[in-house]
């Protein structure tokens, strides 16, 4: 414990040796105990809700991230975010702007003018939560949902 404006610091009972008591020994002794741990891991991704109708051609989703350290939860998880996912044999055209169903980077969930149905909604972040969201060919945590729009 430090004392302000004192540059005397207590003496510890039984501590094996003065520098014990030193700031820096301190300091490092409090950066191990409150400090990141580098095997963190992501161990799965939850997406809420986990399945949405759509209301007036939207639908906000949000992820929840759990680690095997802490911090364990994290809401909203940062992901890359994918879908709908439309079957080829019912979209031989490409989509127009605004046509077809889709997600952008926050979550939200639109469905376009003329799609009706189920769709699925895909969450991927990296498992090591140190890489960038962009990083390619590591291993990848995933998560779907379920849009509907009518």
């Known amino acids: 414990m430090l004392f302000p404006n ?5 003496e510890v009972p039984n501590a ?4 014990c008591n030193s700031p820096a020994v301190t300091a490092v ?3 191990s105990c ?3 741990n580098s095997n963190r891991m992501l161990q799965s991704i939850t997406i809420s809700p986990s399945s949405v109708t759509a209301q007036n051609g939207h639908a906000q989703f949000v992820t929840t991230g759990t680690f095997s350290a802490s911090p364990v939860t994290v809401t909203p998880l940062p992901v890359n975010w994918s879908g709908p996912a439309l079957p080829m044999s019912s ?3 490409a989509c127009t702007p605004n046509d077809c169903p889709g997600i952008d980077s926050q979550g939200l969930a ?6 009706t149905g189920s769709f699925t909604i895909t969450a991927s972040a990296p498992r090591d939560p140190k890489l960038p969201l962009s990083t390619q060919n590591v291993p ?3 998560a779907t949902a379920t849009l509907t729009c009518q």
Do not use: K
């Not at 004192?6 to 207590?10: D, F, G, R």
């Not at 094996?16 to 520098?19: D, N, V």
């Open 34 to 36: 409150g400090g990141t």
């Open 110 to 115: 639109t469905c376009g003018q003329t799609w």
């Open 6 to 10: 004192s540059s005397v610091l207590p």
């Open 16 to 19: 094996p040796c003065r520098s």
């Open 29 to 31: 002794i409090a950066l």
């Open 91 to 93: 979209n031989p055209v």
């Open 140 to 142: 990848m945590v995933t």
